[in-house]
């Protein structure tokens, strides 16, 4: 049987830069808080958790002080900035790149939407981490819309600027604004594609490795809404497709009558575990 790794998958520079930042500090302290998993992998956040990395919430976050907190790769909103300051926490401010540009492009967009009453509209996943941090910018005015479900919600007689979670899909961002246009007559639609290029770019990498496989093993956390949405994209070209989070999901009975398995992931999977993924099917019994 034919088993291979997609090169293409495994961390994004974001995520890789977090991790980074988060072992360069445990090498001098065996104690560091971050604040929310650092990563959305079970199996990344257990190997930083043996290292002395201990993941906290935001509840957790506004108690604390004199201390050193790890902010992850998605970023966060003006108010734990805020009480960070006021409270002595050192914080390890490890925001992508990419999103922070994002977070000061919505600031500087709310903050001069008020001359003629423009409403701001995230595409993103309502409750992610990214969002969170994209909506507290806006002090929490920025209206959330996940699908063309929620764009009722909305007021066309107002002008609307409209930017993205850095990993959603270009698909989903253009099916959306289309439709936003439709709906608003006569009323300016600013279009933003803030959409992360290196997550963008795995799309088209992704179909072509998911279509040459009998079967394709995805590999991602349950919580990544890009390990969803590379997940759907890899289903939609190889419906033999299947999701897992863990080793011991795998069911041997998905390997009857197959030949090849392609074997991928989100940009918050590990290459590592995806190679383990990849050893484990390589030694189990075939027929």
């Not at 390890?92 to 939407?113: F, M, N």
């Not at 897992?244 to 991928?264: A, T």
């Amino acid at each position: 049987m034919k088993i291979e790794v997609d090169k293409g998958s495994g961390f994004c520079f974001g995520v890789v830069e977090a991790i980074r930042r988060a072992e360069e500090r445990l090498e001098s302290d065996q104690l560091l808080y971050c604040l929310g998993d650092i990563v959305h992998n079970n199996s990344e956040v257990e190997r930083l958790r043996s290292k002395g990395l201990t993941t906290i919430s935001q509840e957790q976050f506004f108690t604390m002080h004199d201390t050193t907190v790890l902010l992850r790769a998605h970023g966060e909103p003006p108010e734990i900035y805020n009480y960070a300051l006021a409270n002595n926490i050192k914080l390890i401010d490890a925001t992508c790149p990419v999103v922070l540009k994002l977070q000061r492009r919505i600031l500087k967009s709310y903050q001069g939407g008020n001359k003629d009453d423009t409403q701001l509209v995230i595409y993103g996943k309502k409750g992610h981490a990214e969002v969170n941090g994209l909506v507290g910018q806006t002090n929490g005015e920025a209206l959330v819309v996940e699908g063309i479900e929620d764009l009722d919600q909305l007021d066309y007689t107002r002008p609307i600027v409209l930017y993205s979670q850095t990993t959603k899909g270009l698909d989903g961002l253009h099916h959306l604004s289309g439709e936003m246009k439709k709906r608003a007559v006569n009323v300016p639609v600013k279009i933003h594609d803030t959409i992360c290029r290196q997550v963008a770019n795995r799309i088209p990498g992704i179909r072509k490795f998911a279509v040459r496989f009998d079967l394709v093993i995805f590999v991602s956390g349950k919580k990544s809404s890009n390990g969803k949405m590379l997940f759907d994209i890899c289903s939609s070209v190889n419906a033999n497709t299947k999701f897992i989070s863990e080793l011991n999901e795998i069911e041997q009975k998905w390997l009857n009558n197959i030949d090849s398995v392609g074997i991928c992931g989100a940009t918050s999977t590990p290459m590592q575990l995806l190679e383990e993924v990849a050893d484990y099917l390589r030694k189990l019994p075939t027929d």
